[in-house]
């Protein structure tokens, strides 16, 4: 079975850039997590997803930040425009409950 | 609120010796899950152990055991004869129910093994 899947890997990016983070959950997991680890300090949590449905966006920065997650499936973060600070690595969690979450490996974003 | 603080940032052992990563936690809430979670230097996030709020018994897996008491909001992470493998980022968190299901975590402990 598929784990979490995250793309890109790495990117790196101008300030005042667009960036797209794309998220693959493990099929069938209703729920999907976005968080964000900052230069070396704890993971935060961004947004929460039930299916297609926002279920808590309370850890998302600003306005920059989009999520989507079509139909349930998929989700993406868009970062527009990319400032220096939000350099660091996005993760994405999903799980079937709410008690155990399968994190992807992550997209390292570098905003020079 | 809800708070996890892991007091230790780094820690370096030599291979073989045994390791406790310490964790506090902080919430009002009495239904509650604790985790531990690895990063390797790959960077994935590794699901190591869960426990809920109304299971104090400690627990081991192989050359791991974690120590949860509520008496003192903890949960230690101990590995016994560390190797060089075990070297990692080791996240603990914590998720109330009543929270949708987030993770709380810590800072995180960078532990070095060396050979």
């Known amino acids: 079975e598929a784990g979490v899947t995250q793309f890109p890997s790495h990117s790196v990016i101008e300030k005042g850039q667009t960036v797209t983070l794309r998220c693959d959950p493990i099929s069938g997991h209703d729920n999907l997590y976005w968080y964000r680890r900052v230069m070396g300090k704890e993971i935060k949590f961004l947004l929460h997803f039930v299916k297609e449905s926002k279920q808590d966006e309370s850890g998302m920065p600003n306005n920059r930040f989009l999520a989507e997650r079509t139909g349930g499936t998929y989700s993406t973060l868009k970062v527009q425009p990319a400032e220096l600070e939000d350099s660091g690595v996005y993760f994405c969690?999903?799980?079937?409950?709410?008690?155990?979450?399968?994190f992807g490996q992550g997209t390292r974003l570098t905003v020079v | 609120a809800q708070k996890v603080t892991q007091a230790q940032t780094e820690i370096s052992v030599v291979e073989k010796e045994d390791v406790t990563l310490d964790c506090v936690y902080e919430?009002?809430?009495?239904?509650?899950?604790l985790f531990w979670y690895k990063q390797p230097p790959s960077g994935e996030l590794v699901f190591l152990i869960r426990r809920n709020s109304f299971d104090e018994q400690n627990e081991i897996s192989g050359r791991y055991s974690w120590n949860f008491q509520k008496s003192t909001s903890s949960f230690n992470f101990t590995i016994t004869a560390s190797q060089v493998v075990d070297s990692a980022v080791y996240f603990c968190a914590l998720s109330v129910l009543s929270n949708t299901g987030k993770l709380i975590f810590g800072q995180g402990t960078t532990l070095q093994v060396k050979p």
């Open positions: 969690a999903s799980s079937l409950s709410r008690t155990e979450a399968f």
């Open positions: 919430t009002r809430d009495t239904t509650y899950y």
